[in-house]
């Protein structure tokens, strides 16, 4: 029987792999609007509130609202062990990054933010946590110089553009996006860091590989979110050229949004199922509002009807993998779980799972 740690490995594991409908669903959910929404304000420098650590000898300090104590994430590694790394890369700004994933404090995040603004690890991390929202563009215009080759940083931006009701400029952000072929998450790099700092802590290779894997998703999740209401931004734009009688700037905003879809299911990016869904949704969002039965250059002459087939049918077989991946990671023993585990970094979830199948095929495959 298999131990608590790779019982958590293979729930993560099997969340990677077959949890994708939940997932999205709680994006969905993030879209939802916000009742009462508060006006922003903006503050006139980035001065962000740091308490330090408590002392070694001193234990974290235990919420009083019990809304709190039920939301607030467990700590994967104690406060020494944080401070101990902290102290041993100088609390450069990955350190303190890695340190607020595993712990779960503001704190860390708060110092990389003020010690750290024009590093693009801490920006992103910053702007995907939403963690100072009155600051909210000063941090998006920031992450653009830092980043200049990277369409995130304006994706991100038009996403903003779109939620304020600046549909002229998210335009412009997704056209800048549009012409950049990087894209550039630091999913893998954070899930190293991760890993760098539960190894230093003493853990077994099973919880470094489930820790590594649950700060990563942790930072995936928002994202993905932003990306979804930033798809949505684009499909109402896009309406309302068609509306209006501008069939070609519709076209050219459904070709941008396809962009962002493709792009987001390469790369390391690509690497994860779940966000090579989140790419074919996007894509089926973007075909939507176009003709369905109109060729078009982008879609290599076929028509939206065509490649939303071509989507679903995709679908329907990556449902099939799932269902095989899943019998396949039941039966997997420990070096195996440790195996998959590395063959996801390296060539990705869906090339893991196919390992995962060929080590314990289908009972039927022989027939």
């Known amino acids: 029987m298999q131990n608590s740690p790779l019982k958590k490995l293979l729930l993560i594991i ?19 609007p916000q009742e009462n929404p508060q006006p922003k304000t903006f503050k006139p420098e980035f001065a962000y509130h740091y308490s330090p650590p408590k002392s070694a000898g001193s234990r974290n300090p235990v919420p009083t609202n019990s809304e709190e104590v039920e939301s607030a994430p467990a700590p994967k590694i104690s406060r020494e062990q944080a401070e101990a790394w902290l102290t041993k890369h100088n609390r450069n700004a990955m350190s303190l990054l890695a340190a607020f994933r595993a712990l779960g404090d503001t704190n860390y995040l708060n110092e990389a933010a003020t010690n750290f603004p024009n590093d693009p690890h801490v920006e992103l991390a910053v702007l995907s946590r939403d963690e100072f929202p009155a600051d909210r563009r000063k941090w998006l215009d920031l992450f653009k110089q830092s980043s200049p080759s990277n369409s995130l940083a304006n994706y991100f931006s038009a ?3 779109f939620k304020n009701g600046k549909s002229d400029e ?30 230093a802590s ?11 894997m649950s700060d990563m998703a942790g930072e995936d999740l928002p994202e993905l979110a932003a990306f979804k209401q930033l798809a949505l931004g684009i499909e109402d734009s896009e309406k309302n050229y068609t509306d209006a009688g501008d069939a070609n700037s519709a076209v050219n905003l459904a070709q941008m949004g396809m962009t962002l879809g493709n792009q987001i299911q390469s790369g390391d990016s690509g690497k994860y199922l779940i966000n090579q869904l989140v790419g074919v949704a996007i894509e089926k969002i973007m075909l939507s509002k176009l003709d369905q039965n109109t060729s078009y250059d982008f879609l290599d002459g076929q028509t939206p009807a065509q490649i939303s087939q071509q989507l679903k049918d995709q679908k329907v077989a990556t449902r099939q993998f799932v269902q095989q991946a899943s019998a396949a990671y039941l039966q997997m023993s420990p070096d195996e779980m440790l195996n998959y585990s590395e063959r996801m970094k390296i060539y990705g979830e869906t090339e893991a799972a196919k390992w995962a199948i060929q080590q314990h095929p289908p009972a039927d495959a022989a027939k």
């Open 14 to 32: 099997l969340l990677a792999a077959t949890g994708a409908a939940l997932l999205l669903q709680f994006i969905n959910l993030e879209l939802k």
């Open 159 to 161: 996403e903003d553009d």
């Open 170 to 199: 998210a335009v412009q952000e997704l056209l800048a996006a549009s012409g950049k072929s990087q894209f550039d998450n630091f999913a893998m790099e954070n899930q190293l860091d991760a890993e760098q700092l539960y190894s």
């Open 202 to 212: 003493g853990k077994s290779p099973i919880d470094i590989a489930t820790d590594g």
